[in-house]
Each structure stands twice: as C-alpha cells, then as structure tokens.
C-alpha cells in the first residue's frame, strides 16, 4: 500500500471520528479549546506518521490523541516546576508555592468558633442585667472598671462583683459545653462496631 494512500486512510478515519475523538480529548483535558488544538495537532501528526500497516484505525487514532494529551500534561508539569524553581532560586526566601500553607482557617477551626461565638452570645443573654451590662462595658467597649462603675453609678468593687459573676457563670457554660462534646464523641465512638483483626 503506498503511503499517500495509506495516510490518506487514517485521515479519513480521523474526519469521520473528529467529534469522539473531540469528546474525548475534552474530557481529558477539560477544555474544548485544547481538545480542538490536540486534534490540530494530529492531524499534522499524520504527515509525519511512518507506520505500516494499521489494523484498527479507530483505536490507533484514539491511542495517538490520548498520548497527545500524556505529553501536553507532562510539558506542563515541567513547566510549572521549571517555573517553581525560578522563583525559588530568584528570591530564595521565597518557598516554592505548592509548600505554602493555606492562609485560609481550616474549616473544622471555622465551625468549632461559630459555636463557641454562640454559646457565648447565649450565655451572656442569660446573665443578670447588671453582670451583662458591666461585662460588655469592660470587655466588648474597652472601659476600665472605675470607668463602668462610673457609666452604672455603682462603686468600683461593685463593677468587679458583677464581673466575677459574669466570668463565672461563662466558665461554667463553656465546661458544660466541653463536656456535653465530649460526651457526644464517646457516645458515637461507643456506637461503632469493635474492629476484630
């Protein structure tokens, strides 16, 4: 079989499979874009093919577009550490961005002080008015205690009363709060069957 005809036989084979072929290159790479340039690509490939004789054509070309897309990932990937390490040995005080850590709170740090920042909003709702009142004046507005005694018209011990009392009763609701977790916890690790090994 000459070889005009037998690039021409996989060209054919490669328009009448242009869009699997496409589909295909786009769910690998993830971009219609790139699949269209890797099926450019290809085609050009052809050209330069020197193969013999080809007994599934479909699936060589198939082989042959998912190789395209191997190398363009690994060029990539050598592109990118290439890149890494410029900028390392450019600023070495720099780190290499993949070593970074996330300046972003973990998400289980998040939820753990969203529920503490409402057992605290629900305890001091449940203080006395006058514990309430000088606890926010001194530790939410920033007054000293000669300051709220002041603002409430009571003396300074008597600021200091109302916040020993406030203190109090938040130390009591966050240990109430720690043991009813940790008793949650055990109760759900008691749930789950003993591993047998």
């Not at 021409?8 to 790139?34: E, M, P, T």
Request: glycine share 6%.
């Amino acid at each position: 079989m000459p070889d005009a005809a037998r690039t021409g036989g996989l060209r054919a084979v490669l328009h009448d499979q242009r869009g699997a072929i496409l589909r295909f290159l786009a769910a690998r790479s993830g971009s219609a874009d790139l699949a269209q340039d890797l099926f450019q690509e290809l085609w050009l490939r052809l050209d330069n093919a020197d193969q013999g004789p080809v007994a599934n054509p479909v699936a060589y070309l198939m082989r042959a577009a998912n190789n395209l897309m191997l190398d363009y990932r690994r060029g990539e990937l050598r592109a990118w550490a290439r890149d890494a390490a410029w900028l390392v040995s450019d600023n070495p005080a720099m780190q290499a961005p993949e070593s970074l850590a996330d300046p972003a709170p973990a998400a289980d740090d998040m939820i753990a002080a969203r529920q503490e920042a409402a057992l605290m909003r629900r305890a001091i709702a449940t203080l006395p008015p006058g514990a309430r009142r000088a606890l926010t004046l001194h530790r939410f507005d920033g007054l000293a205690h000669a300051e709220v005694a002041a603002v409430m018209g009571i003396s300074r011990s008597g600021v200091e009363k109302h916040i020993a009392v406030a203190m109090k009763h938040l130390r009591r609701a966050v240990m109430d709060w720690g043991e009813a977790s940790s008793t949650a916890s055990v109760s759900q690790s008691d749930m789950q069957e003993p591993r047998h090994d």
